[in-house]
């Protein structure tokens, strides 16, 4: 939401920096950095926010995530759920806090993970996706297949698949 005093916009930079929008959406355009320590030594690729607590969820180019608070603070390492990543890595959470990581699962292809409050779980229906998002009521939506554009060799067309989790 970009409305002054409702919700957080933040973004990772292309030097894996998180920066949080600190001016007031209409004159100010401030932004904050934000960048919380890696635990992993990697570099942070893509993030996003968790729209009941604003706490943003943030994973590396190894496809380890780690939880901060709006300030980048209170840093909580979340680790990864398969191996690592291959070419693919993004992150979601859910109203409901759930978050959602595409990584690399055991036999080498991209899976989405759920974290369940202490451990990852694989979402075997989730299997080779690009691109990951969250909506209310534990939604989970992601693109299934790679776009021809980005893998010549793989010219099917990509599909949307949901999945709920019950909150």
Known sequence: DLNPGQGVTAVVDNNGKVWKYTGNYSVTTTWTNITPIDP????????????????????????????????????????????????????????????????????GGDMVYRYNGTSWAAEPEMQEHYMLTCGDAGQAWCAKGYPASQYTWMSNASSIFASVVII
């Open 40 to 107: 992993s030594g990697g570099t942070f690729k893509r993030l996003d926010i968790n729209p009941t607590t604003n706490d943003i969820i943030l994973i590396d180019g190894s496809a380890y995530v780690t939880k901060v608070n709006s300030s980048g603070g209170s840093s909580v390492y979340y680790g990864r759920g398969g191996g690592s990543t291959w070419l693919t890595m993004d992150v979601a959470v859910d109203n409901g806090g759930n978050v959602y990581a595409i990584q690399n699962n055991s036999i």
